[in-house]
């Protein structure tokens, strides 16, 4: 008999409200219990799901009850958790952004890889492309474009808007190009109402030249008027234009893609596949995740070079 995977959530938020949705759905699992900082905050999720609370110094507790987790913590706390579970031999899911520095995503990949472990990051959108059938598509994009804009938010305010909005994009785009960025501009803006608090900046307009001569536009912002999440895909044959937020597309190629994606299960439901894809992968049912950490440090790396690019300067 296959062994019954123990698994929990780390992280009270939203996120890990979330996550512990998609455990309580998943089938040959033994949900154990959300971790978090906040006693408070642990309990109320725990309860609302019948799991075991765990708090403050418990960390390690949590872990050795455990074979896989999922880190839904604020973003700057996901290296630190992630590095302890995998010291402990646990399984990873990572929701994006994998890390906030280069180092630490790669000290995870690296862990990783050491340990045998499966790391994965949350990369869901991925799941809707795969729908679609972009994937499929036998040409490479020769431009991409593409718009995330939010509307002001108290969330996720302790990283920039390239780590949390933009970085959805990012990875879509170099999963599509098959190919790393080379140069790059960018250009930024920052709120500046009185009181407000946020780390990075809040809109970020960037355009990359990929290594297989792909053109990329990026803008994300978390000030505008209304939500936005568009992508525009030129390819030598034609384009599509997609509606990320209304689930539809126009498609301008001779590619047959699926017109009835939205109804697919994977993209009705793109966390609970990221989420059973982590799961069948640590149980070594599929080869891989929808996301490894590999391809998610990618991703960070990008972005990380954007806010970088952006970044004010200083003098001593």
Known sequence: MAKVLRVGVAGAGVFGGYHANKYKQAEGIEFVG????????AETLAAQHGVKAFSGD????????????????????H???ALKALEA?????????????????HAMVDLAAEKGLILACGHQERAVFEAMGLYDVPERPL???AVRNGTASTRNLDVSVVLDLMIHDLDLAQSLAGAGPGGMTATARYRTDEGYRAVGADEVAAEVEFENGMM???????????????????????EVNIDLLNRKFENGTPFRLNADFAEADIAKDPLGTSVFRFLDTVRGTRDKP????????KALILALSIDEEVAPETTD
Do not use: Q, W
């Open 34 to 41: 959300i971790y978090d900082l906040d006693k408070a905050r």
């Open 58 to 77: 418990e960390l390690g507790n949590f872990l050795a009850a455990i074979d896989a987790v999922t880190i839904a913590t604020p973003a700057f706390a």
């Open 79 to 81: 290296a630190g958790v």
């Open 89 to 105: 031999d646990v399984h990873v899911y990572s929701e994006k952004p994998l890390a906030t520095t280069i180092a630490d995503g």
């Open 143 to 145: 431009r991409l474009e």
């Open 216 to 238: 990329a536009h990026f803008k994300a912002s978390r000030m505008a008027e209304a939500r936005e999440r568009t992508m525009r895909i030129v390819y030598p044959s034609g």
């Open 290 to 297: 929808l996301c490894t950490g590999k391809e998610a440090l």
